[in-house]
């Protein structure tokens, strides 16, 4: 069974200073296609680069947990396994041996070789689109945040200490 293995290698992060190339963005570019190109020589196939979370032990001491994002490169390449062996014998006839569909037909029984009715196929048709539903009434109240009122439009007090 032939499969991909993948392999995993942590992006560039800090460039080289190449001679010739100016400015940062050009030296990443060329640091990527050379960690690229290092794999590819290896016969790596570039399938895409991930940014993933990852926590480890940060801070002076290590004991606090910091949450980083590391860039990572993604390549794959195709492994070839040995594949079992089959016969895939190929069985031809001759044109002149092979038999016409005549003589298929009649080595058939006689209820097997006249074909069988086919009903026409019947056309239902289709519902007539139904108009859409009307958008529901909004409520007539919405509910009211704060303090309970009663009927009379006085603040319901709730039985307990009174305040002054």
């Not at 992006?11 to 990527?32: C, I, M, S, Y």
Request: overall charge negative; aromatic content about 6%.
């Amino acid at each position: 069974m032939s499969y991909y293995e993948y392999q995993v290698v942590p992006a560039p992060k800090k460039p080289a200073r190449q001679k010739g190339v100016k400015g940062t963005d050009a030296r990443f570019a060329l640091a990527l296609a050379e960690a690229i190109n290092a794999q590819a020589a290896e016969g790596w196939e570039y399938q895409r680069s991930e940014s993933l979370p990852c926590e480890a032990r940060g801070g002076l001491l290590g004991s606090k947990m910091v949450t980083t994002t590391q860039t990572v490169l993604v390549f794959r390449r195709w492994i070839e396994t040995e594949a079992e062996s089959y016969d895939y014998a190929v069985q031809t006839v001759p044109r002149d041996t092979a038999p016409t569909p005549e003589e298929l037909a009649a080595d058939l029984p006689p209820e097997a070789a006249a074909p069988a009715p086919v009903a026409a196929p019947v056309a239902t048709p289709m519902p007539a689109p139904q108009p859409p539903s009307p958008a529901p009434a909004p409520a007539a109240e919405r509910p009211r945040l704060g303090p309970a009122r009663e009927s009379d439009g006085s603040i319901h007090r709730f039985p307990g200490a009174e305040r002054s």
